[in-house]
């Protein structure tokens, strides 16, 4: 009796821990996140060049008078094509001034999440080359073209609260471009359910479960 007691109390804390450290991450999609030239639905704004971009603003220009605007959607023949998802935006309708160096900025919302857990991916082009920034850091990922997109990846340097996406785009004769397309993200919750706890936590139940058994098995002698 004392041994199936013992082997009992065994198995039920095994389970437990087990259980704990196989907790599932509960990743789930990041709102907020927008292409460039899109609505509130996140799909292409229509109208022809000039449309404002609500969710991309002109962080700081070389060119003075922008720094505050909000992007406006142009588009040259030379660039890969819009579509239903994103259109391509600049400082202007017609994609002027050129020669410069504009930053563009969105923003999200990372509340509830927990930021070491957060990714983000899409698809960019620049006319004619930039960086993306996150955060006010050089997330070290850059390109140069316009004419396909292509992926990124980004997958630290994020913090809780809200965070700053920035595109630094340089121009290096007018048009100056930006296109944004299958901008997308995860990252796991904080709260109850949420967390898989510490091995540091593992290790304490383990030994309170086997020391009420072990108690258990004294009572019994």
Known sequence: MRFKLKTDFALVALTVVMGLASAPSHAVTISGLFNTGT???N???TGGNGVVDTHYQILSSTSPGYAGNQAVTYF???YAANDANSRWIS????GSPGSNTTV???TFDLTGFDPLTALITGNWGVDNAGSIILNGVYSGISHTGFSSLVSFSLNSGFVAGMNTLDFEVRD?????ALRVDDLAGTANLYGPGNTVPEPTSIALLSLGLLGLAARRRKSLV
């Open 91 to 94: 400082l202007s309708a017609n």
């Open 172 to 176: 290096f004769g007018q048009p100056t």
């Open 43 to 45: 799909l292409a704004l």
């Open 104 to 106: 563009y900025r969105t």
């Open 39 to 41: 609505d509130a639905s």
């Open 76 to 78: 040259h023949s030379a």
